[in-house]
Each structure stands twice: as structure tokens, then as C-alpha cells.
Nanobody, 123 residues
């Protein structure tokens, strides 16, 4: 069982930056796929970025060049650095993890997820 706790959300103006963190309660043995997702009101869940246990990454087209996923294996913490934020990035962001590779992409089933943290971008 892995518990995930996100932090770092808040309000920011368009063009600003924010860094989200997600701490895992237990050590995760490789291989695993850890990622960020977001959901805006009235919209479907959207995959944002994934990172595997070997630090290979996948970023959604909508955030490429603006967002960067990374992790600290010692701290068992996942990060999402968000730059050049736009109002359309407003959503609840949550992290999720699954054991196995990231080959299934954002559509794979992620067994564990956090409660999420709200990010609001104003114009």
C-alpha cells in the first residue's frame, strides 16, 4: 500500500511558475511508473507527465516545454515544475503511481493516487 500526499498548489497569475510535490509513504521498488494528472471542472481527467523508475519521462503535448517532471529517490518525492502557466492549466493536480513500466502511457490503470492539490491560474 502506498499513500501519496501532494502539496504546492495555490493561486498564480498567468505567466507565473509553481512547483508541486508528491511524497510517497512507502519505498517503491522498481519498476514503477509515477505521474501527474489533472482534472478541471466539467472536463475529463488529463495526463500531464510520467516518470519511470529509471527516470525516463513522458510529457503531454499540452505541457511540453513548460512543465518538467522529476523525482528524488531518496526522499521518495515526485515533483512537477510548472512554468509559463496559463488559465487553461487551472485544475486539481494529483499524483498517481503504478507498479510496472510506463509503456501503457496515461491510459494505464494507476493503483494509487493522492487527494490532489488545486492550482488556479488567473489572467
Amino acid at each position: 500500500q502506498v499513500q501519496l500526499v501532494e502539496s504546492g498548489g495555490g493561486s498564480v497569475q498567468a505567466g507565473g511558475s509553481r512547483r508541486l510535490s508528491c511524497v510517497a509513504s512507502a519505498y517503491m521498488h522498481a519498476p514503477y511508473c509515477w505521474g501527474w494528472f489533472r482534472q478541471a471542472p466539467g472536463k475529463e481527467r488529463e495526463g500531464v507527465a510520467l516518470i519511470d523508475s529509471a527516470s525516463g519521462t513522458i510529457h503531454a503535448d499540452s505541457v511540453k516545454g513548460r512543465f518538467t517532471i522529476s523525482k528524488d529517490n531518496v526522499l521518495q518525492t515526485l515533483y512537477l515544475q510548472m512554468n509559463s502557466l496559463q488559465p487553461e492549466d487551472t485544475a486539481i493536480y494529483y499524483c498517481a503511481v503504478r507498479y510496472g513500466s510506463c509503456s501503457g502511457g496515461f491510459e494505464a490503470v494507476f493503483a494509487y493516487r493522492g487527494q490532489g492539490t488545486q492550482v488556479t491560474v488567473s489572467s
